[in-house]
């Protein structure tokens, strides 16, 4: 297995670390402070902290900006994203994936389910040779039967209709080369999307570790039902065609159902002692063809929703506004006014956002690639 040297002797490496949130004020200090205290003590590594708001309506912003981007370690810069509203989590992670500009990147929840702790084994594993690294949640505290049995279902749909496999457990807690962050970033621009899919779907190399997914650490999933729905629906639609398929088998069953009705009728028409009285088994022969041909047009409206929505080219995401920090002070606590951070206010549209960031970005490596 080749392995991905580290950088220049004198430059510590840059890891990005994508935290997406949604309404987690109540949790993301004690998750912040967990975080802080783990990427300290690797010393040997530079860390860019990503802070992805995906339209929070609480105020997990206002600690981002007030509570946590303004303490700036030895090792550790910020970045903090605000979307305009709330695009869901895969949005958002994509958005830190875009934005990041470390030699290893790694994605993972605010809530305290994806532990900081285990940073520095997929450190080891990247440096090992892997190009990703994709956590395997082997117990989960929270997860009662009722989602465990829909999780557990999930996956036997999406890897029986899909042509790659899945992981059961894999989670959004992984960790990607530049390699494939770019690949994900340039190439895998879909708006039905399932980023530990595309890892997983990828060829290159890939370690799975496993964990254990302690309780939130405040409040409930944000993922609600519906939303849960739309990513198994998304991820149905973004990892198979099958689906599209299924006319094909009600065609073949009606032929042959058409053709056992009407031997049945023409015999009994022909040898029986009364013909056949079909008012019944007509109307349900009806009602059965049409839920099958209204199943078969809801599975191609849905394609073809998915179809336009790709052929609109929407952004993903829509930044509403985004702050780099450029400098670094050992343990000095900076307010936000302080103009250490580049700020960009409705930059809406991704690509120049993406563009602005580049210039500012580049400069904070610079400056970050050094440990004093
Ligand atoms: N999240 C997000 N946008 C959403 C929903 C969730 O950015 O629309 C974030 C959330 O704040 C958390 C992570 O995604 O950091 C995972 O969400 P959650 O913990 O609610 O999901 P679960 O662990 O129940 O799968
Ligand atoms: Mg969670």
């Given at each position: 297995?080749?392995?991905?040297?580290?950088?220049?002797?004198?430059?510590?490496?840059l890891?990005s670390v994508v935290?997406?949130?949604?309404?987690?004020?109540?949790?993301?200090?004690?998750?912040?402070?967990?975080?802080?205290?783990?990427?300290?003590?690797?010393?040997?590594?530079?860390?860019e902290?990503i802070?992805?708001?995906?339209?929070?309506?609480?105020?997990?912003?206002?600690?981002?900006?007030?509570?946590?981007?303004?303490?700036?370690?030895?090792?550790?810069?910020?970045c903090?994203?605000?979307?305009?509203?709330?695009?869901?989590?895969?949005?958002?992670?994509?958005?830190g994936i875009d934005n990041a500009k470390g030699?290893?990147i790694?994605?993972?929840?605010?809530?305290?389910?994806?532990?900081?702790?285990?940073?520095?084994?997929?450190?080891?594993?990247?440096?090992?040779?892997?190009?990703?690294?994709?956590?395997?949640?082997?117990?989960?505290?929270?997860?009662?039967?009722?989602?465990?049995?829909?999780?557990?279902?999930?996956?036997?749909?999406?890897?029986?209709?899909?042509?790659?496999?899945?992981?059961?457990?894999?989670?959004?807690?992984?960790?990607?080369?530049r390699?494939?962050a770019?690949?994900?970033k340039?190439?895998?621009?879909?708006?039905?999307?399932?980023?530990?899919?595309?890892?997983?779907?990828?060829?290159?190399?890939?370690?799975?570790?496993?964990?254990?997914?302690?309780?939130?650490?405040?409040?409930?999933?944000?993922?609600?039902?519906?939303?849960?729905?739309?990513?198994?629906?998304?991820?149905?639609?973004?990892?198979?065609?099958?689906?599209?398929?299924?006319?094909?088998?009600?065609?073949?069953?009606?032929?042959?159902?058409?053709?056992?009705?009407?031997?049945?009728?023409?015999?009994?028409?022909?040898?029986?002692?009364?013909?056949?009285?079909?008012?019944?088994?007509?109307?349900?022969?009806?009602?059965?063809?049409?839920?099958?041909?209204?199943?078969?047009?809801?599975?191609?409206?849905?394609?073809?929703?998915?179809?336009?929505?790709?052929?609109?080219?929407?952004?993903?995401?829509?930044?509403?506004?985004?702050?780099?920090?450029?400098?670094?002070?050992?343990?000095?606590?900076?307010?936000?006014?302080?103009?250490?951070?580049?700020?960009?206010?409705?930059?809406?549209?991704?690509?120049?956002?993406?563009?602005?960031?580049?210039?500012?970005a580049?400069?904070?490596?610079?400056?970050?690639?050094?440990?004093?």
């Amino acid at each position: 297995m080749q392995s991905n040297s580290k950088q220049e002797a004198g430059k510590s490496p840059l890891i990005s670390v994508v935290i997406s949130l949604y309404n987690e004020a109540d949790g993301v200090l004690n998750f912040w402070s967990d975080l802080r205290e783990e990427l300290t003590t690797l010393t040997e590594f530079c860390f860019e902290v990503i802070w992805v708001n995906d339209g929070s309506k609480d105020k997990t912003q206002v600690f981002i900006d007030e509570k946590i981007i303004v303490i700036i370690e030895n090792n550790i810069t910020h970045c903090s994203i605000e979307f305009s509203k709330n695009f869901g989590h895969e949005a958002a992670m994509i958005a830190g994936i875009d934005n990041a500009k470390g030699e290893a990147i790694i994605c993972m929840d605010a809530d305290g389910q994806h532990p900081p702790a285990e940073i520095a084994k997929m450190i080891a594993a990247f440096y090992a040779g892997n190009n990703s690294v994709l956590m395997e949640r082997i117990y989960r505290e929270d997860e009662g039967l009722f989602k465990k049995w829909l999780s557990s279902t999930f996956y036997v749909i999406i890897n029986k209709l899909s042509s790659i496999e899945i992981r059961n457990n894999a989670t959004d807690f992984f960790l990607i080369s530049r390699q494939v962050a770019d690949i994900l970033k340039f190439n895998y621009r879909e708006k039905n999307r399932l980023i530990r899919g595309y890892i997983q779907s990828l060829g290159f190399t890939l370690k799975v570790l496993p964990f254990k997914a302690p309780c939130r650490l405040s409040g409930e999933s944000r993922y609600s039902y519906t939303k849960l729905v739309k990513l198994a629906l998304d991820s149905v639609f973004a990892f198979s065609n099958k689906p599209l398929r299924i006319s094909i088998v009600f065609s073949v069953l009606f032929i042959l159902l058409t053709v056992l009705f009407g031997g049945y009728s023409l015999g009994m028409y022909l040898f029986g002692d009364t013909p056949p009285s079909g008012y019944t088994s007509i109307i349900l022969l009806l009602t059965f063809s049409f839920s099958l041909l209204f199943l078969t047009i809801t599975i191609l409206s849905l394609y073809f929703e998915k179809v336009i929505q790709e052929l609109r080219q929407r952004p993903l995401y829509l930044i509403k506004r985004l702050r780099v920090g450029n400098t670094r002070t050992s343990g000095d606590i900076h307010s936000s006014k302080d103009n250490d951070f580049s700020i960009f206010e409705d930059h809406a549209i991704m690509r120049v956002t993406n563009h602005d960031l580049e210039t500012i970005a580049n400069k904070q490596l610079q400056s970050c690639n050094y440990i004093d």
